[in-house]
């Protein structure tokens, strides 16, 4: 069995492959793969292709699979014939890897200068635009209206940095904001548990690439902690809202503003979840 991890461009190699050979392909799809099928024509056409000759496809991601299903054909009886060969599997997270651990916090809070007294929201993800960070610095002015003692790190690196810190400066927040940039993943479970909240403010951007269920958000709950994250269906399987966190539409930064409010405010309310999110 071969197993094609993106459907573009492994997935039509191994799907040619299979034509010559019968060995068994199954793909997998992470999301930008079906982003570059739905936009360019040649490509649908290859998808379209590796799908008819795959045994089976798997994602982390209900959206993801039915964009696939869309891209094959309109048809909604095709469409649930096509399904019968696709599986929702989310990625995995050791629990023994990632947990509940102060080891490193006072460490790590000293190299980021930030306040004994103030609690910590992190962001971990590429900063690229469906990862929707720039709706957290929309929603911090209103956050810190309510919270003052409040900082914000983001772990990652991406093409919008320079953006983001920008947007952090225009909008009078940058000094709320540690932005660490890449984190080698050994260390990345430190950072986890530096936090108090976790945010992802996942969205559908403006060219239709979709960030709908990422493993960042489990490995914070294995860590512990309270969820913010946008009300996408791969979130929905393991944010239960008000147990662990709370879903909120996307872009919509005064939502955001307001779950974070309620979790940040309340001690009980961030034990309480991350003791469901764990």
């Given at each position: ?11 039509f ?10 060995v ?99 962001g ?18 209103k ?22 810190e ?47 269920q ?11 902690k ?13 944010v ?27 001690r ?11």
């Amino acid at each position: 069995v071969v197993n094609a991890h993106w459907i573009l461009p492994n997935g039509f190699m191994a799907s040619v492959a299979k034509l010559f050979t019968g060995v068994k392909v199954v793909s997998t799809l992470p999301g930008s793969d079906v982003y570059m099928a739905q936009k360019n024509f040649f490509f649908g056409f290859l998808a379209k292709f590796a799908t008819f000759m795959y045994d089976w496809i798997t994602s982390n991601s209900p959206r993801l699979l039915d964009d696939l299903a869309e891209i094959n054909t309109k048809d909604g009886s095709r469409q649930k014939r096509l399904k019968k060969k696709f599986s929702l599997i989310i990625y995995g997270v050791d629990p023994k890897k990632f947990r509940p651990t102060t080891k490193m916090r006072e460490i790590i809070r000293k190299k980021l200068d930030v306040s004994d007294n103030d609690l910590i929201v992190l962001g971990v993800g590429r900063l690229v635009a469906k990862k929707g960070f720039r709706y957290l610095i929309e929603a911090v002015p209103k956050i810190l209206k309510k919270c003052s003692d409040v900082s914000f790190v983001i772990v990652g690196d991406g093409n919008q940095r320079g953006l983001l810190e920008n947007l952090a400066k225009e909008k009078g927040v940058y000094d709320n904001f540690r932005f660490v940039g890449f984190v080698d993943y050994q260390k990345l479970k430190n950072y986890y548990n530096l936090a108090d909240v976790f945010i992802l403010p996942s969205v559908r951007d403006e060219k239709g690439n979709l960030d709908d269920q990422s493993v960042s958000v489990v490995e914070a709950m294995a860590c512990g902690k309270p969820v913010v994250t946008t009300d996408f269906p791969g979130y929905r399987i393991v944010v239960k809202e008000k147990e662990n966190g709370f879903l909120v539409k996307e872009k919509k930064y005064d939502l955001i503003a307001d779950a974070l409010i309620k979790i940040i405010g309340s001690r009980s309310l961030r034990s309480n979840m991350g003791k469901a999110s764990r």
